[in-house]
């Protein structure tokens, strides 16, 4: 079993830039297909970013060109680096896992079966 740990959440300016870090715990890490999910005030929590074991992502398209998802698996880390945000960008963001040895990538939070505690992004304008 994976556990999800998300950090780097916090305040910034819009324009600023913010990289989240999500630790995943067991040796199963590569195993997974890691995504970023984001929730607003009131909103459905909304795919933003996946990345498979072979390193194929996906983005939702709102999102493309300003966020970037990696992973170093020999920390057990998937990283989603945010820049240009904007007050729209506000959210709880979520670290998910999708056991899965496929290439396919799924943007449905019904796919993801283990689920960080989210962390807090908040952009000011």
């Known amino acids: 079993q994976v556990q999800l740990v998300e950090s780097g959440g916090g305040l910034v300016q819009a324009g600023g830039s913010l990289r989240l870090s999500c630790v995943a715990s067991?040796?199963?890490?590569?195993?997974?297909?890691m995504g970023w999910f984001r929730q607003a005030p009131g909103k459905e929590r909304e795919f933003v970013a996946a990345?498979?074991?072979?390193?194929?992502?996906r983005y939702a398209d709102s999102v493309k060109g300003q966020i970037t998802i990696s992973r170093d698996s020999a920390k057990n880390t998937v990283y989603l680096q945010m820049n240009s945000l904007k007050p729209e960008d506000t959210a709880v963001y979520y670290c998910?896992?999708?056991?899965?040895?496929?290439?396919?990538?799924?943007?449905?939070?019904?796919?993801?079966?283990?689920w960080g505690q989210g962390t807090q992004v908040t952009v000011s304008s």
């Open positions: 998910a896992a999708e056991y899965s040895y496929s290439s396919v990538i799924h943007t449905s939070k019904g796919s993801y079966t283990l």
């Open positions: 067991g040796r199963t890490f590569s195993n997974y297909v």
């Open positions: 990345i498979t074991r072979f390193g194929g992502t």
